[in-house]
């Protein structure tokens, strides 16, 4: 479907109002990072807890190992709550997810000498706990390889995630974890007909685990939607991507009326080198791939989205002005509105990851610079 932009605001002030208008809202920087103690580069989706926004940072300008912080979501105080030191504890944390303040989470490094690139030991990655009261952390597994652990489910005290290398075929795998037992399995491992290299998010949907790779399928940069019954391991592949149809899923997925909803980095219009990207919807019972809209430039792929209501909402990284922008989609009409354009000042740059909601806001973070994390109300 053609989408068309009707409203856009610039060079609005963070931390202050936007003037009232038409499908306008308040937008407010909450936390503004400094690439020191507190960190750099937050990402993932932000974890509402208690009235604190939990997420996790890459690392800083110092160590780059990353921290687990929180931020108030009414006054925007701000607290490391676990930083990690780069050795068995683990660094730079990829995923999160929440269970009573018990935070289980993974890493991409630490955790022993599983990975070494170029002569220099990385680690292979951890899953971890950490007590968001106390701030006390605990090694759960460490995985024995360079795998990059991510997407992570919590189901009926299982969790659920995806290595981005690794398996049997070093293409990627999906894993399940029990805390209770420390008995960790890997479900499924992908080869390069099934896909390679799942991206870090998963999707729970009526009984099924839903995710995409990055490559493999059809050509070898094409990648695919799947689907894995996390009771069996059985993986069925939704729909293979080509690259006139957009290649490489590298948004998150979301579920709407029996179709999956999201964006590819690649494909559809060449008028970008390996094509600029999609939008696209697929129906889960079929396959059947439908082309929401052919992105013209690059900057508009690679987007973090959510449904609320009637609307899906997304954040493009270098949308706009090239500083980023959050849109809210109509589902049935596909009509898209410019809801804020970042300007690359003390509101953030380069929105990446899907928004949080809860009681009527909007929460999410940006990686320009040092980051920050933002609040917006419609």
């Given at each position: 479907?053609?989408?068309?932009?009707?409203?856009?605001?610039?060079?609005l002030?963070?931390?202050?109002a936007?003037p009232?208008?038409?499908?306008?809202?308040?937008?407010?920087?909450?936390?503004?990072?400094?690439?020191?103690?507190d960190?750099?580069?937050?990402?993932?989706?932000?974890i509402?807890?208690?009235?604190e926004?939990?997420?996790l940072?890459?690392?800083?300008?110092?160590?780059?190992?990353?921290?687990?912080?929180?931020v108030?979501?009414s006054t925007?105080?701000?607290?490391?709550?676990?930083a990690?030191?780069?050795?068995?504890?683990?660094?730079v944390p990829?995923?999160?997810?929440?269970?009573?303040?018990?935070?289980?989470g993974t890493?991409?490094q630490g955790?022993g000498?599983?990975?070494v690139?170029?002569?220099?030991?990385?680690?292979g990655?951890t899953?971890?706990s950490?007590?968001e009261?106390?701030?006390?952390e605990?090694?759960?597994y460490?995985?024995?390889?360079?795998t990059n652990p991510?997407g992570?489910?919590?189901?009926?005290?299982i969790?659920?995630?995806?290595?981005?290398?690794?398996?049997?075929?070093s293409d990627?795998?999906?894993?399940?974890?029990n805390?209770?037992?420390?008995?960790?399995?890997?479900?499924?491992s992908?080869?390069?007909?099934?896909?390679?290299?799942p991206?870090l998010?998963l999707?729970?949907?009526n009984?099924?685990l839903?995710?995409a790779t990055?490559?493999?399928?059809?050509?070898?940069?094409?990648?695919v939607?799947?689907?894995?019954?996390?009771?069996?391991?059985?993986?069925t592949?939704?729909h293979?991507?080509?690259?006139?149809?957009?290649?490489s899923?590298?948004?998150n997925?979301?579920?709407?009326?029996?179709?999956?909803?999201?964006?590819?980095?690649?494909?559809?219009?060449?008028a970008?080198?390996?094509?600029?990207g999609?939008?696209?919807?697929?129906?889960?019972?079929?396959?059947?791939?439908?082309?929401?809209?052919?992105?013209?430039?690059?900057?508009?792929?690679?987007?973090?989205?959510?449904?609320v209501?009637?609307?899906?909402y997304?954040?493009?990284?270098?949308?706009?002005?090239?500083?980023?922008?959050?849109l809210?989609v109509?589902?049935?009409?596909?009509?898209?509105?410019?809801?804020?354009?970042?300007t690359?000042?003390s509101?953030?740059?380069?929105?990446?990851?899907p928004?949080?909601y809860?009681?009527?806001?909007?929460?999410?973070?940006?990686?320009?610079?040092y980051?920050?994390?933002?609040?917006f109300v419609?």
């Open positions: 479907m053609s989408i068309s932009r009707r409203l856009a605001f610039a060079a002030v963070a931390g202050t936007v009232p208008a038409a499908n306008a809202g308040t937008f407010t920087t909450l936390y503004s990072f400094t690439g020191k103690a960190g750099q580069g937050p990402y993932g989706p932000l509402y807890y208690g009235g926004l939990v997420g940072t890459t690392g800083n300008i110092f160590t780059g190992l990353g921290n687990m912080f929180k108030n979501s925007g105080r701000f607290d490391v709550v676990y990690f030191q780069g050795g068995a504890d683990g660094a990829t995923a999160m997810v929440n269970q009573g303040g018990i935070f289980y890493t991409s955790g000498s599983g990975c690139i170029d002569n220099r030991v990385y680690g990655g899953i971890f950490v007590n009261k106390t701030g006390a605990a090694v759960l460490a995985f024995p390889g360079c991510g992570l489910v919590y189901l009926q005290g969790i659920y995630g995806v290595t981005q290398n690794g398996g049997a075929n990627g795998s999906v894993f399940s974890f805390p209770a037992t420390s008995s960790f399995n890997t479900l499924y992908f080869t390069e007909a099934t896909g390679v290299a991206n998010q999707l729970y949907q009984g099924l839903y995710g990055e490559a493999g399928g059809n050509c070898f940069f094409c990648g939607v799947f689907s894995i019954d996390p009771t069996t391991g059985t993986e592949t939704v293979a991507f080509g690259p006139a149809h957009g290649r899923v590298h948004s997925l979301v579920y709407q009326a029996g179709s999956l909803i999201g964006d590819t980095y690649g494909g559809g219009n060449h970008c080198q390996g094509g600029c999609v939008s696209f919807k697929i129906k889960v019972a079929t396959g059947h791939e439908k082309i929401l809209e052919t992105f013209a430039t690059s900057a508009e792929n690679y987007s973090g989205q959510i449904i209501g009637g609307s899906v997304e954040t493009i990284p270098s949308g706009g002005n090239g500083y980023g922008e959050l809210q109509d589902l049935k009409s596909g009509q898209q509105t410019v809801l804020y354009t970042f690359g000042g509101d953030g740059s380069n929105p990446v990851a928004l949080l809860h009681d009527g806001a909007f929460y999410g973070t940006t990686d320009g610079g980051g920050t994390v933002f609040k419609p």
